[in-house]
């Protein structure tokens, strides 16, 4: 019996022994395979080609469930999209009057930090918190009307060419979901990301203005209603300018393409 005790207590030491020997190959193999995987993914945001536009982003692992980012986005000059949500938010027919012809470009850069939910690299439902700074041109013809000082009645309309440009900081969280499809090609969802911020930007326009001309043209600029914005206005014998800050808010979403390598 002492002999069949001695013989247990020393198959269990080895079976033991061999368990951990053989769940620290398999832990070091697993650390091995992480280190001899690529970490970078490029990839297309091929639901932003849709909207004329084109988004890259760059993604780094930095361990089995971490990873950076950074995006790129650009957008060539174009008329305004989602016109009826736009209309929508505007609650002046003057303004929108003149808003409707805008045309406008952007670029805009977003680093991020991602966090894994999974337990595979680069892969699963992922947190991701990131800045985002984005710039923005335009170019508007602003029609303003211009009225008789003695009866006060509209006898024409003119145009101004208005030319400007803003710059927005925001910062957000996205939720997202990454697969990979093949050795080499991944597939990334944005689900969704919201995110908030500020704005800052200038509108000029350059144009010979009579007395009754300014009058008029600083009436209607005071009468703009621009949503979630600050502005002040400066009317010469010249043209006008157009300054303006305030909050902005956004939101991230895609579907892309990433090659691993």
């Not at 001899?36 to 909207?51: F, Q, T």
């Amino acid at each position: 019996m002492k002999y069949l005790i001695k013989s247990l207590v020393a198959a269990a030491v080895v079976s033991a022994i061999l368990t951990g020997t053989k769940s620290l190959a398999q832990t070091s193999g697993q650390i091995l395979n992480y280190e001899n995987e690529p970490k970078n993914i490029v990839k297309l945001n091929a639901a932003a080609l849709l909207l004329k536009t084109f988004s890259v982003q760059y993604e780094r692992s930095i361990s089995k469930k971490t990873s950076i980012a950074l995006g790129f986005r650009a957008t060539p000059k174009s008329g305004l999209p989602f016109k009826s949500t736009v209309e929508s938010l505007i609650n002046d027919d003057d303004t929108w009057r003149n808003v409707r012809n805008l045309e406008s470009g952007s670029f805009a850069i977003t680093p991020e930090f991602r966090y894994y939910l999974g337990k595979q690299p680069l892969s699963g439902f992922y947190l991701a918190p990131f800045v985002r700074y984005s710039h923005y041109t335009a170019e508007m013809p602003f029609i303003y009307d211009i009225t008789d000082p003695t009866t006060n009645s509209v006898v024409a309309q003119d145009v101004i060419p208005l030319t400007g440009s803003m710059n927005t900081y925001t910062a957000g969280i996205m939720i997202g979901s990454q697969w990979q499809l093949s050795k080499k090609f991944y597939f990334d969802w944005w689900i969704l990301g919201p995110n908030f911020g500020a704005s800052k930007g200038k509108i000029d326009g350059t144009k010979n203005l009579s007395t009754f001309e300014q009058e008029d043209l600083r009436e209607q600029l005071a009468d703009l209603d621009i949503p979630l914005t600050d502005y002040k206005y400066e009317v010469t014998d010249t043209g006008a300018k157009l300054d303006f800050d305030g909050g902005w808010a956004g939101v991230r979403a895609g579907l892309c393409i990433g090659f691993r390598l």
